[in-house]
């Protein structure tokens, strides 16, 4: 039995209360969560790869144009969470880095698209 100002009770103690501040997350909603953050940064990246095309860029600068979308993207997902990501996701990289190579195949193909048909055709 642990008395009070024994050492051995505060280690417990502490150890409860690391396990009681662990966040708890609805596995169905965090999923929900992480999709639509997918599917908006595609839906961006194709948007995004139209706009680059219609505007004539070419090499470099439709990467850096690519990845401020994305950047917009971040900060405008961050801020839908109203910045509290942790009621939402189970770390901030959800938000920052999740999703951003994954539609970049897209804007290629939708930036080189409209620039074809916009200033070659």
């Given at each position: 039995?642990?008395?009070?100002?024994?050492?051995?009770?505060?280690?417990?103690?502490?150890l409860?209360?690391?396990?009681?501040?662990?966040?708890?997350?609805?596995?169905?909603?965090?999923?929900?969560?992480?999709?639509?953050?997918?599917?908006?940064?595609?839906?961006?990246?194709?948007?995004?790869?139209?706009i680059?095309?219609?505007w004539?860029?070419?090499?470099?600068?439709?990467?850096?144009?690519?990845?401020?979308?994305?950047?917009?993207?971040?900060?405008?997902?961050?801020?839908?969470?109203?910045?509290?990501?942790?009621?939402?996701?189970?770390?901030?990289?959800?938000?920052?880095?999740?999703?951003?190579?994954?539609?970049?195949?897209?804007?290629?193909?939708?930036?080189?698209?409209?620039?074809?048909?916009?200033?070659?055709?």
């Open positions: 039995m642990a008395v009070e100002g024994d050492p051995r009770a505060s280690a417990n103690k502490s409860g209360d690391a396990v009681d501040d662990l966040p708890i997350f609805n596995v169905d909603n965090l999923q929900s969560n992480i999709k639509s953050i997918y599917y908006s940064r595609t839906f961006l990246s194709i948007i995004g790869g139209v680059a095309g219609i004539g860029f070419t090499g470099f600068t439709g990467f850096i144009f690519y990845f401020i979308v994305m950047a917009a993207a971040s900060l405008s997902l961050a801020a839908k969470a109203k910045f509290s990501v942790h009621a939402y996701f189970d770390s901030w990289s959800r938000i920052l880095v999740d999703g951003i190579f994954g539609g970049l195949m897209s804007f290629v193909l939708f930036w080189t698209f409209a620039y074809d048909i916009v200033h070659i055709f």
